[in-house]
């Protein structure tokens, strides 16, 4: 049973234009949900993070919004950049407890 | 942002033989994780770690697997006796509040 769904597996937009990454997940006792983006090679770097008491959360070109009653949550990337190339996991936790992460999305901007 | 350190980066092996993980996390942090990556696939949950405790452990973390972290020093993933599907990248993470957590740079375990 999959916890964390995520969509797309890969996207390819333009630089400048806006990316969008969904994710969806099941268990309603989450109640923390991060963004990480690995490059190839690399450990996963937390990005941005929400929990459910907000239903967006900005952070310059990074903004989660999210959406309790539908159990979805996704991560805008506003005036992409190249260098914003990467695997991106979105990840559901209780406190303290492990992360489930999502299957990741791998994003390219195209130059 | 806070820096986990993980030793060794690269390690290969004989199936069959002990292998330790070291992983040097944030040093106020309480909170300390394992998880198992396969190329091109998520992370995936194998223990957490508080107080001198396991608190929680998935179905992938196998009686041969053992974790501890004596008197403050590493936290550490010991294998014994390793198999062919234990190669992967294994990441350690900690966390101070059991909130965010930082995830180190991972130790690529090839079983041969």
């Known amino acids: 049973q999959q916890q964390v769904r995520q969509s797309p597996q890969s996207l390819t937009v333009w630089e400048g234009e806006t990316a969008i990454l969904n994710c969806s997940y099941e268990d309603s006792t989450f109640d923390y949900f991060p963004w990480y983006h690995q490059f190839p090679g690399e450990s996963p770097a937390l990005l941005i993070a929400?929990?459910?008491?907000?239903n967006k959360k900005e952070d310059g070109r990074f903004t989660i919004f999210f959406n309790k009653r539908e159990k979805k949550f996704s991560l805008h990337i506003a005036d992409s950049q190249p260098g914003d190339s990467a695997t991106y996991f979105c990840?559901?936790?209780?406190?303290?407890?492990?992360?489930?992460f999502g299957k990741g999305t791998q994003l390219i901007i195209q130059p | 942002g806070p820096k986990v350190l993980q030793i060794p980066s690269h390690q290969i092996i004989d199936m069959g033989q002990m292998v330790t993980l070291n992983c040097d996390p944030v040093s106020n942090h309480l909170y300390f994780y394992w998880y198992k990556q396969i190329l091109g696939q998520q992370m995936e949950f194998l223990v957490n770690?508080?107080?001198?405790?396991?608190?929680?452990k998935s179905k992938l973390f196998k009686d041969q697997f053992s974790v501890e972290r004596p008197d403050g020093s590493y936290f550490t993933l010991k294998i014994q006796p390793t198999a062919l599907e234990d190669s992967a990248v294994y990441f350690c993470a900690s966390s101070f509040l059991g909130d965010e957590q930082y995830f180190g740079p991972g130790t690529r375990l090839t079983v041969l």
């Open positions: 770690f508080y107080n001198g405790k396991v608190m929680e």
């Open positions: 929400i929990r459910p008491v907000s």
């Open positions: 990840a559901a936790s209780r406190r303290a407890d492990r992360l489930t």
